[in-house]
């Protein structure tokens, strides 16, 4: 089955500068990749989403990139705000309802004003 | 719309009692997933349903059943529950659509203590 490893687990940068996560997934058939922000007791929510016929995808500040060759796919956010304090969630899976989606364990993200 | 919601909010058990966790969605998602998140393991799908009436099992379905006798409801039920399953449930659900995000939508969470 697949799995998927994010890292890293902590990451804490300066209001301003730019934050990356990586995730690695094991299942080639994998083709679906969101990335999910959950802040402080609250619950998940979806911030972008990638298809395998997609390299790369922006919204804003955010993106994500994907390379299938090397099973890798990146979340980067720019210009940080401390709002993106929060914990995010890489997973992946197949191209279907998502029932089949691994997520990873999560990075907790810390931006300092 | 409420989107998905969940009850109870919270709650303590004690070692060998039982209870239900409802979850109820409000947008005809077809699809509807059980997850437990612990510290440093991120989400855990427990159990799954892709319509009214089906069921199956996820990575974690061990001391957990769940039923999905109508579509906008998925119950998760805990038979005898142990301090290991001290967790935060989410409830999740998905449109079966083909074109559209496969975007999860969660319940606000139950978080429950088992002592």
């Known amino acids: 089955g697949e799995n998927v490893e994010q890292h890293p687990s902590t990451l804490s940068v300066q209001e301003g500068d730019s934050a990356v996560i990586k995730c690695t997934y094991s299942d080639s058939a994998s083709n679906y990749f969101p990335w999910y922000k959950q802040e402080l007791g609250k619950r998940p929510q979806l911030i972008i989403d990638i298809r395998s016929n997609v390299g790369e995808k922006k919204d804003q500040r955010i993106a994500v990139t994907l390379n299938k060759t090397a099973k890798h796919f990146s979340l980067h956010i720019t210009e940080t705000q401390p709002e993106d304090s929060a914990v995010y969630f890489c997973?992946?899976?197949?191209?279907?309802?998502?029932?089949?989606?691994?997520f990873g364990a999560g990075t907790r993200l810390f931006v300092k004003a | 719309n409420a989107g998905v919601t969940q009850t109870p909010k919270f709650r303590v058990l004690k070692t060998g009692q039982s209870m239900t966790l409802l979850c109820a969605q409000d947008?005809?998602?077809?699809?509807m997933y059980w997850y437990r998140q612990d510290p440093g393991m991120g989400l855990r799908l427990i159990h799954y349903?892709?319509?009214?009436?089906?069921?199956a099992k996820g990575e974690v379905p061990d001391g957990y059943n769940v039923s999905r006798l109508k579509k906008q409801n998925f119950l998760l039920g805990l038979e005898s529950a142990a301090p290991s399953q001290t967790s935060v449930y989410f409830c999740?659900?998905?449109?079966?659509?083909?074109?559209?995000?496969?975007?999860?939508?969660f319940g606000p969470g139950t978080r429950l203590t088992v002592t």
């Open positions: 349903s892709v319509g009214e009436g089906t069921t």
């Open positions: 997973a992946a899976g197949p191209n279907t309802g998502g029932f089949k989606t691994i």
């Open positions: 947008m005809n998602h077809e699809y």
């Open positions: 999740a659900s998905t449109a079966r659509t083909a074109t559209s995000s496969y975007e999860q939508y």
